[in-house]
C-alpha cells in the first residue's frame, strides 16, 4: 500500500509531474566537498569493517562473520553511490562520475557500463506496459496472466515466489547474470566493460586468496555481498511493485506521469534512510534523477506535498510482496488470489 494524507492530493492534482520536474531543477547541482565527504565516510567504513573483519578470523569465524553482515550495509551504500554516478548526479564531471563508478562496480560486482545503459532504460519505460523486459522486476497484466497455460503460470509464480526473488534472484544477479551483458550483446563497449569488471574482480579475489586464503572470500567477501545484494533487490522491488502504482498501455503512458505515480516514497528510519543513501524517496529520484541522493530530503522539506504523498513503510512493504499481477481495469496491482475474483 502506498497511501497520501489529506490536502497534498488536492495539491498535487494543481501542480502536473511535468511541473515538477521545473521545480526539481532547483536541486540537481552536486556538491564537491558534500560528495567527496559522502565516498570518504561510506569506502573507509568499508574498507575498515573489511579490515577488521579479516583481522577477528583469528578469533572466531562467528566474529568474522557478524562484521562482514554488518558491512553488507556500506556496500549497499557504495552501489547507491555509483547509481548516482550512473545519472551524472555525484559530481559536475561526468567523467569523474563515471571513473568513479567503473571503481566502485568492482566491489559491487557490477559492470558500470552494461548497468548504466539497462537503467537508463528503465528510468525511460518504467511502468509502460509496451516496453517490459530490461531493468524491471518482470510484471504481467491479469489478461495476460488468464491467457497463459498451466505451465505458463506455474513459472510466473514461481519467478515471484519470495523465495526467488529475495532467495536465489539477488546471488544469480551479482554473482552470474552480471558477468555478461545480457541484452546489450550487440555492443563491444558494453563487452569491455563486463569483461574488464570481471578481470579487475578475478585479479581481487586472486590476492585475497594469495594473502588469507579461502576463509576471507567464504566469510568476508561472499556473506557481506550477497546480503547487500538481497537488501538491494528489496529496495528495488518495493520502489514500484504496490497496490497503487502506474501502468499504462504504450498509447496512454506518460513518462513524467509515470515516475510520479510509480515509484514508492518508502519511509525507513534515520539510520536506514543514511544506510540506502535516500533511494526510497523513490517518486522524486524518478521525477529528477539529476539530483544527488544527499539534496533528496532538501525536496521533502520544501514541498510537504512530495513528503507526504506515495508514501509506504516497512510494514505496509511487507504486505505488497503478496501483489504480483496488474489489473488493467481497476488499475490496481493484485496478489494471485484477488486476481482469480477477477477471471
Known amino acids: 500500500m502506498v497511501h497520501t494524507s489529506g490536502q497534498p492530493d488536492q495539491a498535487q492534482d494543481a501542480l502536473n509531474a511535468r511541473d515538477w520536474v521545473k521545480i526539481l531543477s532547483g536541486y540537481r547541482e552536486p556538491s564537491a566537498w558534500r560528495s567527496f565527504f559522502e565516498l570518504g565516510v561510506t569506502l573507509g567504513a568499508f574498507v ?7 583481522w577477528s578470523l583469528s578469533i572466531s569465524a562467528w566474529l568474522t562473520l557478524a562484521i562482514s553482515l554488518c558491512n553488507a550495509a556500506f556496500l549497499l551504500r557504495l552501489f547507491a553511490i555509483q547509481h548516482d554516478c550512473g545519472h551524472a548526479a555525484f559530481f559536475k564531471s561526468r567523467a569523474m562520475s563515471d571513473w568513479l563508478g567503473r571503481a566502485i562496480g568492482v566491489l559491487t560486482l557490477t559492470p558500470y557500463d552494461v548497468w548504466r545503459r539497462s537503467h537508463s532504460i528503465h528510468h525511460s519505460s518504467s511502468g509502460n506496459l509496451g ?12 489478461a495476460e496472466y488468464k491467457s497463459l497455460s498451466a ?5 510466473y509464480r514461481l519467478y515471484r515466489h519470495p523465495i526467488v526473488l529475495f532467495g536465489l534472484g539477488p546471488g544469480y544477479i551479482f554473482f552470474l547474470q552480471n558477468r555478461l551483458p545480457l541484452g546489450l550483446m550487440a555492443k563491444a563497449r558494453y563487452w569491455v566493460s563486463a569483461m574488464c569488471t570481471n578481470a579487475a574482480i578475478l585479479v581481487a579475489l586472486l590476492v585475497i586468496l594469495y594473502f588469507g586464503g579461502i576463509m576471507p572470500i567464504l ?13 538491494g533487490v528489496w529496495l528495488f522491488y518495493v520502489q514500484h511493485q504496490f497496490e497503487t502504482t502506474h501502468w499504462e498501455t504504450e498509447d496512454d503512458w506518460d513518462l513524467h506521469d509515470a515516475a510520479l505515480h510509480g515509484s514508492s516514497h518508502y519511509v525507513m528510519p534515520a539510520v536506514l534512510q543514511w544506510l540506502s543513501a535516500n533511494i526510497g524517496i523513490h517518486h522524486v529520484h524518478h521525477l529528477y534523477s539529476r539530483i544527488p541522493f544527499y539534496r533528496l530530503p532538501e525536496v521533502l522539506r520544501d514541498h510537504d506535498v512530495l513528503a507526504n504523498g506515495n508514501q509506504m513503510t516497512i510494514r505496509e512493504s511487507f504486505a505488497n510482496a503478496r501483489l504480483h499481477l496488474w489489473d488493467e481495469d481497476s488499475k490496481r496491482l493484485l496478489s494471485f488470489a484477488q486476481a482469480r475474483q477477477a477471471f
Open 48 to 54: 575498515g569493517l573489511w579490515a577488521l573483519a579479516w
Open 131 to 142: 516496453r517490459r523486459g530490461m531493468g524491471d522486476i518482470h510484471t504481467i497484466t491479469v
Open 151 to 155: 505451465l505458463g503460470r506455474l513459472g
Open 219 to 231: 566469510l568476508i567477501f561472499a556473506p557481506s555481498t550477497l546480503l547487500a545484494a538481497t537488501a
